[in-house]
């Protein structure tokens, strides 16, 4: 099936004018001849991989759309015919929340079309948890994953004013990053003007020895490189001592402001770091805040924290089921309120 076909960009010219993605049942015999390719060239290899991660999303995005579609042709029709339920439809879509958990909380509402419906279906689908560490944890060890400027270093000091210095509780910071130079340099400034210990470690071995010097903290905070997709390979160490440390609370933190569609691919990225945890920044950057909740339900993850803005500590607030719910639905930016629109 012929997926989609463009004109190459400059960068990738080399390998042909035009771009052509198609997709094949397992099995086949195309299937079978692209098995049969061998000695693919490194720069090839590379964007074969990205269209490969393309295609996959694109696949999975249909298979929601089919299903959608396939529960009940009558009840899509029904929702168009409904004004109301049109409407707030559009709302959620609007939000960009995931066209089939829209459809899904509609259908679940049926005639009773009110704002306060509404907010109730969007609560079913969040799970929040703002504590921090594990149950099993000595002390409270608190580590933050996620892309590069996703806004990890200025979320730990936001952690430890609020939950070290607000709570009275001794502190203690570790940046994790042997890769870049002067790379923890603005954390270790932060952790300066805030008054709270830190540490610059470089490997995980050196990090598994500052943990256990730093057993007696009640508070350890971990900041650990911004790595993009090409970075991955190299922070497989990293991974397994996260994923595999039973007292670190790892949270993922993800950019509101990204693209639904990048949200869930940087999700699936980092999940070998066994992030328990959502955090979302940069909410001042965005005023469509549906993919919290579809990250949220599509990973069965809770969100922690929401940070806005550069202010510490005052930009980063617990993660709630209420305030996430007003955001989706546009409370804060004056849209008319959801029993105007299911009436109108």
């Avoid at 964007?47 to 694109?58: G, K, M, T, Y």
């Avoid at 306060?116 to 921090?132: F, M, P, S, T």
């Avoid at 996620?146 to 609020?162: R, V």
């Avoid at 639904?260 to 328990?276: E, P």
Wanted: hydrophobic content about 45%; glycine content about 10%.
């Amino acid at each position: 099936m012929l997926v989609n076909s463009h004109r190459t960009s400059i960068e990738f010219r080399h390998l042909g004018e035009y771009e052509v993605v198609c997709a094949v049942t397992p099995g086949t015999e195309a299937d079978d001849d692209l098995k049969r390719v061998e000695n693919v060239p490194a720069e090839k290899a590379e964007h074969l991989d990205n269209l490969s991660q393309e295609v996959s999303v694109i696949r999975q995005q249909m298979e929601r759309l089919a299903s959608t579609l396939a529960r009940s042709g009558a009840a899509v029709a029904g929702i168009a015919a409904n004004p109301g339920l049109a409407k707030i439809f559009g709302v959620l879509t609007g939000a960009e929340l995931d066209a089939g958990l829209a459809y899904e909380i509609v259908l679940r509402m049926g005639t009773q079309a009110s704002g306060e419906a509404v907010r109730a279906e969007l609560g079913k689908l969040l799970e929040v948890d703002a504590r921090l560490g594990t149950p099993n944890g000595r002390s409270r060890i608190v580590a933050l994953v996620g892309p590069p400027g996703a806004g990890k270093s200025a979320c730990i000091a936001k952690l430890a004013a609020q939950f070290g210095i607000g709570a009275r509780r001794p502190c203690h910071i570790l940046a994790v990053d042997g890769h870049r130079i002067a790379a923890s340099e603005q954390l270790r400034s932060y952790a300066a003007i805030l008054g709270v210990g830190f540490q610059d470690v470089g490997t995980t071995t050196a990090l598994a020895q500052a943990l256990e010097e730093l057993r007696h903290k009640d508070l350890v905070l971990i900041d650990t490189p911004g790595l993009s997709r090409a970075e991955m390979d190299d922070a497989g160490e990293l991974a397994r001592f996260l994923s595999g440390h039973p007292a670190i609370d790892t949270h993922l933190v993800l950019p509101a402001s990204m693209r639904s569609v990048d949200i869930q691919r940087t999700a699936d990225r980092f999940d070998k770091f066994g992030a328990r945890k959502l955090l979302f920044t940069k909410l001042d950057e965005t005023d469509t805040f549906g993919p919290i909740v579809s990250q949220s339900a599509r990973t069965g993850k809770a969100v922690s924290f929401l940070s806005r803005g550069q202010q510490i500590p005052e930009d980063l607030e617990a993660a709630s089921v209420d305030g996430i719910v007003n955001l989706v639905l546009g409370m804060n930016w004056r849209e008319p309120p959801l029993e105007a629109v299911a009436a109108a």
